[in-house]
T-cell receptor, first 109, second 113 residues
Framework: RKEVEQDPGPFNVPEGATVAFNCTYS??????FFWYRQDCRKEPKLLMS???SGNEDGRFTAQLNRASQYISLLIRDSKLSDSATYLC??????????FGSGTQLTVLP | SQTIHQWPATLVQPVGSPLSLECTVE??????LYWYRQAAGRGLQLLFY??????ISSEVPQNLSASRPQDRQFILSSKKLLLSDSGFYLC????????????FGNGTRLTVT
């Protein structure tokens, strides 16, 4: 099993839609999790940190299920500017900063 | 506030030539520092990380090396580039804490010809 698995997509959704991405991880010792967004040919940028069961920031909600070892990202009321690749990053020790390959989202007008 | 600078932004180098990419962090002390590479259409691959001056850990054996001559300076080098070294190189830092996220520089897009 891969350390981090994400559905690569692409997810093509209309503006205003709600979309959710799932990420599964294999390291049960992971204590914190991060979602990054990466625009084409740019560096990843931190979107959200998750230290407990979940986190919410505006239109973005992350939920963690430790028993099943997956974390989800929900985007409500999608905007055109949300189009990007979303990377899931479970964090263990400094050596275990494992990035998922990302889920590509395109929000259509 | 903390900032991370990485240069150059783009680089085209012939096979067999040397490489030196530099990264500096401002506004923090004793950061963890990282070099990642991203091949086209692929995920991020951790190359090196450092928890202090002169302390380098390599994750992937290859013809690249890293050095940390100062607390907030991280350098990626190669004596002889290969075609397979082409990619998007990203420097990142984090505070020295178990649960800290990474913060990335703008990246260097390297094309080896």
């Amino acid at each position: 099993r891969k350390e981090v698995e994400q559905d690569p997509g692409p997810f093509n959704v209309p503006e205003g839609a709600t979309v959710a991405f799932n990420c599964t991880y294999s390291n049960s010792a992971s204590q914190s999790f991060f979602w990054y967004r990466q625009d084409c040919r740019k560096e990843p940028k931190l979107l959200m940190s998750v230290y407990s069961s979940g986190n919410e920031d505006g239109r973005f909600t992350a939920q963690l299920n430790r028993a099943s070892q997956y974390i989800s990202l929900l985007i409500r009321d999608s905007k055109l500017s949300d189009s990007a690749t979303y990377l899931c990053v479970p964090q263990g020790s400094a050596r275990q900063l494992t990035f998922g390959s990302g889920t590509q989202l395109t929000v259509l007008p | 506030s903390q900032t991370i600078h990485q240069w150059p932004a783009t680089l085209v180098q012939p096979v067999g030539s040397p490489l030196s990419l530099e990264c500096t962090v401002e506004g923090t002390s004793n950061p963890n520092l990282y070099w990642y590479r991203q091949a086209a259409g692929r995920g991020l691959q951790l190359l090196f990380y450092s928890v202090g001056i002169g302390q380098i850990s390599s994750e992937v054996p290859q013809n690249l090396s890293a050095s940390r001559p100062q607390d907030r300076q991280f350098i990626l080098s190669s004596k002889k580039l290969l075609l397979s070294d082409s990619g998007f190189y990203l420097c990142a830092w984090s505070v020295r804490s178990y649960n800290s996220p990474l913060h990335f520089g703008n990246g260097t897009r390297l094309t080896v010809t």
